[in-house]
């Protein structure tokens, strides 16, 4: 009997390539913070970077009329859609995704881009139909690296934590899968752009997104 075989995958920097600049992101949303939050929060978020999302926790609750808050959303989704004009999907991500189902795996999507983009890329990469399930920030009431998304998908198919794998590559993913007490896979060394910390723990590390079916 396989001991692994929910096995979660991050989206984007993971089975997609997509180029988000989200440094670009990153800076503008600071750029909206700067001004409605005092100094000293303001210098521990850049000493101690937090998720961008959280970060729009801070500008909604500061900024009551909400036009800070829809113009920080604006921001960002207009660098992911600019982030996935020209997209590439891992080689190896559709052969990965059809064997381990083969071996009676479940495939699960859980990412922090939104429902609209996600729902874009398994469409224009066709891998929608090889995934059993998807969860987007847009899904959740607190993204990654909190637990509700992990614990929605493993009460979903009635799994325990050893029976899951988190594959991914970046710190959010790491701190995710750290949280839930969940075996991390990280996909290649470096980590996402504009996403690392100067580490990541990780259980091991791939560099094919085909070597998760050695773990299985």
């Known amino acids: 009997m396989k001991k692994h075989d929910l096995i979660i ?79 590439t999907i891992e080689d190896d991500v559709i052969e990965t995704l059809q064997k381990l189902k083969d071996l009676k795996c479940i495939n699960v999507i859980y990412t922090n881009n939104s429902k609209k983009l996600t729902d874009f890329a398994l469409k224009k990469f066709k891998i929608q139909n090889l995934v059993d399930y998807v969860l987007t920030r847009d899904d959740v009431n607190r993204s990654k690296p909190h637990l509700e998304g992990l614990e929605r998908i493993m009460k979903k198919f009635n799994k325990q934590r050893n029976n899951v794998l988190f594959v991914g590559d970046s710190w959010l993913d790491a701190e995710t899968a750290k949280n839930g007490n969940i075996k991390f896979v990280l996909f290649k060394k470096e980590g996402a752009p504009g996403t690392r910390k100067i580490t990541i723990d990780s259980d091991c590390t791939i560099e094919k997104i085909s070597e998760v079916l050695q773990l299985v």
């Open 9 to 87: 995958f991050d989206m984007d920097g993971t089975l997609i390539q997509s180029n988000i600049d989200y440094e670009g992101i990153r800076k503008e949303v600071l750029r909206i913070l700067k001004g409605i939050i005092h100094e000293e929060k303001y210098k521990e978020i850049i000493e101690n970077p937090i998720p961008i999302l959280d970060m729009l926790t801070y500008i909604k609750e500061k900024n009551l009329d909400s036009r800070k808050l829809k113009e920080a959303w604006n921001i960002i989704q207009s660098y992911e859609l600019k982030g996935y004009e020209k997209a």
